[in-house]
């Protein structure tokens, strides 16, 4: 297809490596690559160049001071027009008798001219990716093609065609017919209709392509080859492990086909770590990629029942030692130590970098189990340079957790929270007015995301799954292994830093509310997290630390109740009829001791009976569910049955 200048189109499944052929291809042969990734709402002018506002304006200047006071200074043969303000050379110019003007070298001269000219319009016109790639003759590479929409994709057509020619009506008539250069390629790259928001090609564009179905690297001596490659003759002899692993794996969970990108991981994990153990670097690699993601369910793949979790990690871990011989259960479960060091945190066996600025937060407790299995977690993620995707049931921690670490790290983190209405612009940024500048003078200010990824700083994208898939999806460059954001707006592509790194929290996306299942192909650049939910002895240990005037008996009754409450909540759904899903946790329990032990008014005389009406009984919708919940916070609080009274009067200075 190459050698006839044929465009070029790769089907086939996430993880394939369809994006990294291109970019081989592209190596091998010395031509740069223009990467734009597709999405919903991705405009021709993206792709082709528009009219863009006219940007630093004292640039502009200072090229054309530099202009000017070259040309003049040979005509006056002196150096010291340099020292001269724009306006005096702009007048020492315009002053020039024409025969001197002509004596001036033309491309100079031209130079000059357009230099002026730009500096006093308002706008200009940039050319989009593609066409800087047909005029150099590189080759250009649309990545997700099947995700832009098709008005986008047909003003194209003319580029796909033997001629290669593309008119740029936008531009004007000048220069507005652009003919491809010798080394052109236009690539393209999708995944199979059928995932999140992915559909099919028109057969009308599909025609103009050589298609080119890209298959799963599914076979296992292929497979074992690519591992041993990347293990070295040393471990050789875990490849076949691996790979059994993974594919018992996925028939045990029904999940996609074998994903080489998940393998490359636990393989990436285990040449990190596996100096100090060997065992330890194994295990802890495939609860990264596999045993560990259970639970989680961002791309509607695995979908059991939150009870059995716990029974099919001990499966996934009996499957693990059968295959590598060694006790993988006992070091999965061995508890969770933290050490503070001049220079590191150390959290289970893994260590993360201190920085300047480095403290811990007083009000985050870090003792209780599950927090720290979830930090432990979160750091073992970390050893990795890919984004980490944090989903578990609200009120577990997982946004407090991940601030509370970069706090410790002494790493900035920027919290940015998505929603439907959240735009690319709202985290690369976007053209302004220039503040106290003359009008239509803009400037290119950079959005908290780009500026975090420059400077390789940490973020979190909070409520990933309300975002909108064209946000998504253009953020997939940045996930992978490309590292690289690219803004059309300035034709100009960013690179990640080695230290930025990217943290996405989300809730189930059954629980509604514009949440919604992830394509499997964004889920799979990033490390899943399951948050595992607070169990008893979780809430009395973080209550404990929080509310130390609140005796310890207390603490017990109200943690056992509220443990108690969300269990008959979620496995016992039948328990309340009306109003689901309801979600009994850490946050309640906290409102329960505020009130507690609060000193403010008449609240100092009130006792844990007084506020189950207000924090629990009344959010329920019919008597008989609300019924329900009281006898279940009746086995550890006493005193607590039938109906509580409340006592309502008007008088002349109050309400109570």
Known sequence: ALKNREPVLLVGETGVGKTTICQVVAAAMRLQLHIVNAHQNLETGDLIGSQRPIRSRHLIKARIHEQLSGLLSEHHHSKSLRDNS???????????????????????????????????????????????????????????ISLADDSVLERLNSALEPGRKLYLAEKGVDNALVTAADGFQFLATMNPGGDYGKKELSPALRNRFT?????????????????INKLGQDHAHFAKPMIAFAHWYSGRFATPQLSIRDLLAWVAFFNKQCIADENLALLHGAALVYIDVLGANPAGKLQFAGSIIENERRDCLQKLSELFQSDMTGLYYSPVELGYRAKSIEIGPFSLEKHPGASLDPSYSLQAPTTRRNAMMIARALQLARPILLEGNPGVGKTTLVAAIAQACGVPL????????????????????????????????????????????????????????????GLNACFDHRGQVYVSELDQTFLRHPNFIVFAAQNPHHQGSGRKGLPASFVNRFTV????????????????????????????????????VEVALQQHRQLVTHGGPWEINLRDTTRWLDLLSSQNGLLSAGDAVDYVAMLFSQRFRTPGDAAQVVSVLAQHVP??????????????????
């Open 86 to 144: 724009l306006d005096t050379l702009l007048r020492l110019y315009q002053d020039c008798p024409k025969p001197v003007l002509e004596s001036f070298p033309l491309q100079a001269r031209q130079s000059l001219e357009q230099s002026l000219l730009q500096l006093n319009a308002l706008f200009e016109w940039i050319d989009g990716s593609l066409v800087s790639a047909m005029k150099a003759g590189h080759h250009f590479l649309l990545d997700e």
């Open 211 to 227: 298609e080119i179905w890209v298959p799963h690297a599914s076979d296992h001596h292929e497979m074992e080859e690519i591992l």
């Open 414 to 473: 920027t919290r940015i929270n998505l929603s439907d209405q959240t735009d690319l612009m709202d985290l690369f940024g976007s053209d302004v007015p220039v503040e106290g500048g003359a009008a239509g003078h803009f400037e290119w200010r950079e959005a908290p995301f780009l500026r975090a990824m420059q400077k390789g700083q940490w973020v979190l994208l909070d409520e990933m799954n309300l975002a909108s898939q064209s946000v998504l999806e």
């Open 529 to 564: 997290v399951y948050t595992d939910t607070f169990k008893a002895e979780d809430l009395r240990i973080i209550c404990s630390e929080k509310f130390p005037d609140v005796s310890t008996e207390d603490i017990s009754k109200l943690t056992g109740c509220v443990a108690e």
């Open 639 to 656: 005193n607590l049955t039938g109906t509580i009274h409340r006592s309502v009067g008007i008088h002349a200075n109050h309400v109570q």
